[in-house]
């Protein structure tokens, strides 16, 4: 059984944060492995990705992903991508029965809706693309599709929490130097470390932006191995690779 995360507030938009139960993935892998880039099998992550497609009323062929290079480019999408997959973080549509999905293991899944205008987004938003402008560039992109930020709904899914997210002060003086009031979104760590509230962060760019409800489901990717894959887990365990969640919109 696939395990799937929604939120009300994007009301009648067909959607789910799909968490790691219910897939055919095995060891380190161990369930709903959506991840192309890793080193899973490509024909038991293509059955993963069809089970996804089927959970979302559709087949395979419209489950549309790109090609994420944490940036804040995103690209309208009114087809399945015919070739190689676009580079960028963020996808909109207008078409119904397209599904826009998202590969995540820390970073934030986030997906995008104005049901009043029949537009919806997605954006792979880690802490590169999320200060970069990924997010707003997800919203200016729906609008030139016909959509209204302020009647726009955006919801953040499982990601890494500030508890866990543990950074350099490198990484803090960027994001100083980019904007002082971010400064918020950290907490004192042990010596010269702090702790990033990734999800805080973007809740704020994105209603700085305008829109009309934003949200995290306030799931921890890092502190619940049984559902969620993570990156940075992965890499405190020493283990080889990782798998990789999805997270779906359609109209």
Known sequence: MLEII???????????????????SSGIFSGLNCG???????????????RVADAMGAGIAQ?????????????????????PLPKADGMV???PGLVLGVLTADCQPVLFADPAAGVIGAAHAGWRGSKEGVLESVLDAMETLGAR??????????TISQTAYEVGPEFLYEFLDDDA???????????????FDLPGYALWR??????????????????????????RRTTHQREADYGRLISCIRL
């Open 206 to 231: 994105l209603r700085r932006a305008g829109i009309g409800h934003a949200e995290w489901t306030r799931h921890c990717t890092y502190r619940d191995p049984d559902r969620f894959y993570s990156f």
């Open 181 to 195: 009031e971010s400064a918020r979104f950290f907490a004192q760590g042990e010596g010269d470390r702090a702790l």
């Open 63 to 83: 489950l549309v992903t790109v090609h994420q290079v944490h940036s804040p480019d995103v690209v309208a999408v009114s087809a399945p991508h015919s070739g």
């Open 36 to 50: 192309t880039g890793s080193s899973d099998l490509a024909e038991v992550v293509e059955i993963n990705r069809a």
């Open 93 to 95: 549509t207008a078409t």
């Open 149 to 158: 930020r302020e009647n726009t709904t955006a919801v953040i899914g499982p």
């Open 6 to 24: 929604t939120s009300d507030a994007l009301g009648p938009v067909k959607h789910g944060f799909f968490t790691r139960r219910g897939g055919a």
